[in-house]
């Protein structure tokens, strides 16, 4: 759709998907003597329900100034359907691992962990393991992939459209990242915030004990809320005039100024909610795990045409 004599447009697109064959790590029989316990077969269905958009913007367009933006953004809900049966006709068993699981009328590769309740009862400022209640059961909590995904990207036009400035920002939410670096740290190693400090915050201290003290070694504390907003990219293009670039035989030339990830918003206590050490694998969560930030760099480039 489009307003205002083509100046700003507007695109919408609700989807409603179910995939079948999904390939599922179905379990084999010990009689058959293969010495795998599975075998990758397509059984599976998954459903993806979710909406898309982009709206676009010529603000002001005139011959020293111009303003345009673009938003763009989409939400995704994920469920796993079916899982199959095996050859008994039997409803195969959900894919339990460490911290995730792919079970039916969840998401897929959803965490899964104890939960717990704390409270200071003698309030010393301290938690204890006597102060904490444990849940029975791993119980589904939350995403580990982002729901809802949204880009800015807006431009500014100077000097007769000479300059442009642009910059663009990424928000990503609805989801939760497992904290591992942290989780280490407290379940294994002594420099854990949460267990050597008393000044440490107690939903610290409670997740360190809960993980490192209780009979389950829950993980629940560490799968974080991973909601940011990052400033991805901003840039600035200045096109040298005409009269300039006749002098060096050349058609045309310009600067250019790039500069990536220099900044973010997030309650994410890692170093970056971002961070995945398992980059690039076939693993299909994301993986905080003593892995390194997304890097900021800074791009200078001078392009001439002849």
């Known amino acids: 759709m489009r307003f205002f004599s083509s100046r700003v447009s507007l695109d919408l697109t609700y989807y409603s998907k179910i995939t ?3 390939l599922v790590g179905a379990v084999i ?10 075998q ?4 599976g269905s998954v459903k993806n329900a979710g909406l898309e958009g982009l709206l676009s913007a010529q603000v002001i367009d005139r011959k020293n100034f111009g303003f345009d ?9 994920n469920k796993l359907l079916s899982l199959g049966v095996d050859a ?21 590769f959803g965490y899964w962990q104890r939960r717990y309740t704390f409270a200071d009862k003698n309030t010393d400022g301290m938690i204890t393991l006597n102060e904490l209640t444990l849940d029975d059961s791993s119980t589904y909590i939350a995403y580990s992939a982002p729901r809802f995904e949204t880009t800015l990207q ?5 000097f007769q459209h000479k300059l442009r400035i642009s910059g663009s920002f990424d928000h990503k939410g609805g989801f939760s990242l497992l904290n591992g670096t942290e989780r280490i740290r407290c379940q294994s190693r002594n420099n854990c915030f949460g ?8 939903w610290q201290q409670a997740r360190a004990v809960a993980v490192r003290e209780s009979s389950g070694n829950t993980q629940f504390g560490y799968m974080e809320n991973a909601t940011f907003t990052r400033l991805r990219e901003l840039t600035a293009i200045w096109t040298i005039p005409q009269r300039l670039v006749s ?5 045309d030339a310009n600067f250019v100024f790039s500069a990536r990830n220099l900044h973010k918003w997030t309650k994410y206590s890692g170093i970056d909610p971002e961070s995945d050490s398992d980059a690039g694998s076939t693993i299909s969560t994301q993986t905080d795990f003593q892995a390194a930030p997304p890097p900021s760099y800074f791009i200078f480039r001078f392009n001439v045409t002849f």
């Open 195 to 202: 267990t050597y400090s008393k000044d440490a915050p107690l």
């Open 154 to 158: 807006t431009g500014v036009d100077l």
């Open 88 to 108: 008994q006709g039997r409803p195969l068993p959900p894919q339990v691992g460490t911290t995730t699981r792919n079970q039916p009328g969840y998401p897929l």
């Open 69 to 77: 933006l673009t938003l763009s953004g989409s939400s995704n809900a």
């Open 40 to 43: 990758r077969t397509n059984l």
């Open 20 to 22: 079948k064959d999904a």
């Open 247 to 251: 002098k060096l035989g050349a058609k």
């Open 29 to 38: 029989p010990p009689d058959l003597g293969t010495g795998n316990t599975t």
